[in-house]
């Protein structure tokens, strides 16, 4: 691990939590282990878990067809909390997100709130939230584009209680519209991961609600802000596309103000 990604991932890494649950497909006895990347921010005091819309989307199609689900969990780990490989367990109720999941337009994130009680386990998980609007768009000025999450690749589960998992982070590189497959969306972005990742990891499939932060050194300091949830990846070109999250977070800021003034 270079410095600078040993640094980053210890600054970053305070604001990452997954979401992992088994789910146990209709006509079927198999359980299937499945890990959600994801962040923490704040919003007005309020903490909210934050992944991508087609994550939520894809669970509660398979609600619909009777799959089971099971051992919903928070974890902590790479925040350096205490519950390891067993996590946080939670409840797990379908109306308490708010997810968007609008490929036409490129809209893609979903949104918990967090309970009083998981938030403070999390807390005593060295859980920090993104701070309430440390986030901007894809055009400021940086250093570094990366990516934190939890490919699929890496996970693994023993059948009873513990769940493995490698949290990584990935170097990427602008890229304009042109060089993408298909037709832009409006709502998104897009970045290459850098040459020489296929050594870290060979697909980013799992890493989906993953943040991207842009990383800038000031003085003797780095720092950064969120500019978006990942949200899909063209393979062949080893593209991934980006949700932009500021204009989103701005948007439930304005929206939490209002509800709070009733």
């Given at each position: 691990?270079?410095?600078?990604?040993?640094?980053?991932?210890?600054?970053?890494?305070?604001?990452?939590?997954?979401?992992?649950?088994v789910v146990t497909p209709p006509d079927?006895?198999?359980?299937?282990?499945?890990?959600?990347?994801g962040f923490v921010v704040e919003l007005l005091g309020i903490w909210f878990f934050v992944t991508a819309g087609h994550v939520l989307t894809g669970i509660k199609e398979l609600m619909a067809v009777g799959a089971k689900f099971d051992v919903?969990?928070?974890?902590?780990?790479?925040?350096?909390?205490?519950?390891?490989n067993t996590g946080i367990p939670i409840h797990f109720d379908l109306d308490s997100w708010l997810f968007l999941d609008k490929e036409d337009v490129g809209l893609?994130?979903?949104?918990?709130?967090?309970?009083?009680?998981?938030?403070?386990?999390?807390?005593?998980g060295n859980v920090v939230p993104v701070p309430d609007g440390a986030w901007a768009d894809e055009k400021i000025a940086c250093a570094y584009?990366?990516?934190?999450?939890?490919?699929?690749?890496?996970v693994s589960y023993d059948g009873k209680t513990q769940i493995s998992a490698s949290m990584v982070m990935m170097p990427l590189e602008p890229i304009d519209d042109t060089q993408i497959p298909g037709e832009p969306k409006p709502q998104k972005f897009y970045a290459?991961?850098?040459?020489?990742?296929?050594?870290?990891?060979r697909r980013v499939e799992g890493m989906s609600g993953g943040p991207i932060f842009a990383i800038s050194k000031s003085i003797d300091n780095w720092e950064?802000?969120?500019i978006g949830v990942q949200s899909g990846w063209f393979s062949h070109?080893?593209?991934?596309?980006?949700?932009?999250?500021?204009?989103?977070?701005?948007?439930?800021?304005?929206?939490?103000?209002s509800q709070m003034a009733e």
């Open positions: 691990m270079t410095d600078l990604t040993e640094r980053t991932m210890k600054s970053t890494g305070r604001h990452i939590v997954t979401l992992s649950y079927s006895k198999q359980e299937i282990v499945e890990v959600i990347s919903w969990r928070l974890s902590d780990y790479t925040a350096g909390g205490d519950f390891r893609d994130v979903a949104v918990l709130p967090i309970e009083d009680l998981y938030r403070k386990n999390l807390e005593v584009w990366v990516l934190v999450g939890v490919p699929n690749e890496s290459r991961l850098i040459d020489g990742s296929e050594a870290v990891v950064y802000v969120v070109q080893r593209i991934v596309t980006v949700f932009r999250f500021s204009e989103f977070a701005n948007l439930l800021k304005e929206a939490l103000k």
